[in-house]
């Protein structure tokens, strides 16, 4: 896999082993890929492959069996758990399948809780909370909470949140996996457009390949081993 001159995510022979009663099940091995700063990867591959586990450990929620993840400079296996929080808090934008809006907030309050937990004044928090929204297209739905939004105004809304504390990179977990065709086209689309705004570095595992095909590159992990993939030679 090619050299990337400025990498902001480095993965030098990541390993990853589950204890299966008296058996280790190596979900995979020996992984080594860079992404460049602005990239936008997708990562793509059959269920259970190791997708969402790798991404938590890009996100250092998670930690490896052994090799090592690098965010610039920062070697994330070393960090404790304390830093690990404040890693993510400072650096990460996370979307999931699943929305994880918090069911008895509004979408106010939803985007906004990132700058809260950071001790941020609450008048600050609900204004750039009310301006992410305007991003996302969703005004109106300031004072909605959660049952009362579609799947996708709810995606929309759970993407806000994950930006608004500015990250520099989005991991997205199959962020429009839940989704009809046209509420995940919007999503991607969404995706895409703030990625170039922000200049954010993006990794998204997709089972979608049309939306894999638009990325700037892309990673199929399988049987444990990762290979790049042209985005032009994914089937139709």
């Not at 808090?89 to 994880?100: D, L, T």
């Not at 995940?184 to 979608?208: P, Y």
Request: proline share 3%; glycine share 8%; with cysteine.
């Amino acid at each position: 896999m090619h050299l990337i001159a400025e990498a902001i995510l480095r993965v030098e022979g990541l390993r990853k082993v589950f204890r299966s009663g008296k058996t280790d099940l190596v979900l995979f091995d020996n992984l080594s890929f860079q992404v460049a700063r602005g990239e936008m990867v997708a990562i793509v591959g059959e269920s259970g492959t190791g997708k969402s586990t790798l991404l938590h450990m890009l996100g250092a929620l998670d930690r490896a069996s052994a090799g090592d993840v690098y965010f610039a400079n920062l070697q994330l296996n070393s960090l404790s758990q304390d830093a690990a929080a404040e890693f993510r808090n400072r650096e990460i934008g996370f979307v999931w399948q699943f929305h994880y809006l918090l069911p008895e907030f509004t979408a106010l309050e939803n985007i906004a809780m990132p700058l809260l937990l950071r001790g941020q004044p609450r008048q600050h928090a609900q204004s750039e909370a009310m301006s992410w929204l305007r991003q996302v297209g969703l005004e109106e739905r300031a004072a909605h909470r959660s049952g009362e939004m579609s799947g996708g105004e709810q995606q929309r809304v759970a993407l806000a949140r994950a930006l608004i504390t500015r990250p520099k990179l989005l991991l997205a977990d199959e962020p429009t996996g839940d989704l009809d065709n046209r509420n995940a086209q919007g999503v991607f689309e969404l995706i895409a457009r703030l990625h170039s705004e922000f200049q954010l570095t993006s990794l998204i595992a997709t089972h979608n390949v049309a939306f894999a095909k638009r990325c700037h590159r892309v990673l199929r992990l399988e049987n444990g081993r990762m290979a790049e993939v042209a985005p032009e030679a994914l089937p139709a």
